[in-house]
């Protein structure tokens, strides 16, 4: 949030401003590229370790239930940490933070090697706290990096946004694709088979008090598991040092709120954080970002469960959802393009009519393990949803909140994570059905904020046009 290290900039803040003045457009074009492609290789390859060891952590740390309660903690964690993002990001700067992020990713991978209460656990809440920080890190990346470039081009500013988070999204959405091939070929090679137990009542209507057996996986051998775990450790390692050796420090654009000058102390981020909320349009979305994020969190939760290891068995996990990753991955980045000439009205009513028609989906439909085309062709469509939701969202708060990026996006991921940490809390309590039943009651609540806040942002933008048009007739008149 409150980026760029400003205390260590501020007072080269003449220089730097004389220096972009003289620096060529072709250089600011490509240095501004340059840092959207170096924020997408580093997550791509961080995230490529990191989605893949949080699918199998209830399968690779079974013991005691571990590995769920270790993303409970996890999750949690992420909470507070979007609430808190400001004064750290101040401290250290957006740039250190992705640093100090994949730090944390590599601790965590490490954890894995030797999992126990007393490292995984530790290790969980150390990356959660990071998360929040880290996301809206990337978030001012872009959108700093999309202001520049709207003014090189004189493109509009949510086509930029839409272009280059589209190029982010689909280095991002290729870790479900890049993570799921290595987990299964690696633990393909050991000992590990599904167990002939396999739940006996699929689809909505799995139920944790219905009597199912539950789908399981023998633990492979160490030796397969250490050399899984070495390959995502090299992957939060080359994430490092991109980060370190490509990315160039933050430049603060001059759209930035003024108030990121001042440092900020807890009691002040914390009320910045909750006066955000006061204005309307981020009011309206909040239900918007939660119940997406709900979606998504039985889609990777619910859905592998009851309907792909129920009908088909836990191997066929990772094969499922890499072709959920890719088309997401191509929705991600063909979305970016067309967003200039469909504009994110029609983008964001196609992801609405695709999420809500999944949901739907799993309501009425019931597995089945000889008709397998289904199984992958849901999470196929999802993607659709989910790859424009990615991509138009960081957009839509980038444009939306100019003034107050920081506390936007903190409100965006803060939000985003409780909608995770409700679908994994009452993972245990509801059946599936009864959460397919909450998260579309939420998701039609959280599309008509969508369109109230869209219709807010409308009257302001018109009202600002014409608050400027009149003052510039004011002064034509008065040099006349």
């Known amino acids: 949030m409150a980026e760029n290290g400003i205390l260590l900039f501020k007072n080269k803040k003449q220089d730097d401003l ?77 740039k250190w933070t992705l640093v100090i992020a994949w730090v944390c990713h590599c601790v965590y991978t490490a954890s894995n090697f030797y999992p126990t209460w007393a490292t995984l656990i530790p290790a969980s809440i150390l990356l959660g706290a990071i998360a929040g920080p880290m996301w809206t890190s990337q978030g001012l990346y872009i959108t700093a990096s999309g202001m520049r470039l709207s003014k090189i081009s004189g493109e509009k500013l949510h086509a930029v946004l839409s272009k280059l988070n ?84 933050f430049q603060k654009t ?15 981020t914390l009320l910045s954080w909750f006066t955000a909320l006061s204005d309307p349009k981020l009011l309206l979305l909040v239900m918007f970002f939660l119940s997406s994020a709900m979606s998504q969190g039985i889609l990777f939760a619910d859905y592998t469960k009851a309907f792909i290891s129920c009908s088909l068995g836990v191997s066929m996990v990772g094969y499922v959802m890499a072709c959920h990753g890719v088309v997401t991955a191509l929705v991600a980045i ?88 409700i679908t994994f809390a009452y993972g245990g309590a509801l059946c599936v059905r009864a959460k397919l039943y909450v998260c579309l009651v939420l998701f039609a609540l959280g599309s008509l904020g969508y369109l109230l806040a869209e219709v807010i942002y409308l009257r302001q933008t018109h009202s600002a046009r014409a608050e400027s048009s009149r003052e510039k007739a004011s002064n034509s008149s008065e040099e006349f």
């Open 334 to 421: 063909v979305t970016s393009q067309a967003a200039k000439y469909t504009g994110r009205y029609v983008l964001f009513g196609v992801c609405i009519v695709c999420n809500a028609a999944m949901l739907l989906t799993l309501v009425l439909w019931k597995p089945r393990s000889d008709f397998i085309g289904p199984i992958f062709i849901i999470p196929s469509l999802w993607g659709i949803a989910i790859g424009i939701f990615h991509t138009q969202f960081n957009a839509l708060v980038g444009l939306m909140f100019p003034e107050k990026q920081e506390a936007a996006f903190a409100n965006f991921h803060t939000w985003n994570a409780i909608g995770f940490t």
């Open 18 to 94: 004389e220096t972009r003045e003289e620096t060529p457009s072709g250089e600011s074009f490509w240095s501004s590229w340059r840092e959207t492609l170096v924020v997408s290789a580093s997550f791509m390859s961080a995230y490529t370790a990191y989605l893949a060891l949080q699918s199998l952590q209830s399968s690779l740390n079974q013991e005691q239930g571990l590995g769920v309660v270790s993303l409970a903690c996890l999750y949690g964690t992420v909470i507070l940490s979007g609430i808190l993002t400001p004064p750290f990001i101040r401290l250290v700067g957006p």
């Open 166 to 249: 589209g190029v982010f999204f689909m280095c991002y959405e290729c870790t479900q694709v890049t993570g799921n091939l290595i987990s299964s070929l690696v633990l393909k090679q050991g000992s590990l088979t599904d167990s002939d137990n396999v739940t006996q009542i699929c689809g909505a209507d799995d139920c944790p008090t219905s009597g199912n057996t539950t789908t399981e996986l023998a633990e492979p051998e160490p030796h397969i598991v250490y050399t899984l775990l070495g390959i995502f450790l090299a992957c939060d390692v080359i994430a490092l040092v991109l980060t370190l050796l490509f990315l160039p420090p």
């Open 254 to 268: 001059p759209t930035s709120e003024d108030s990121t000058e001042q440092p900020l102390g807890m009691g002040r």
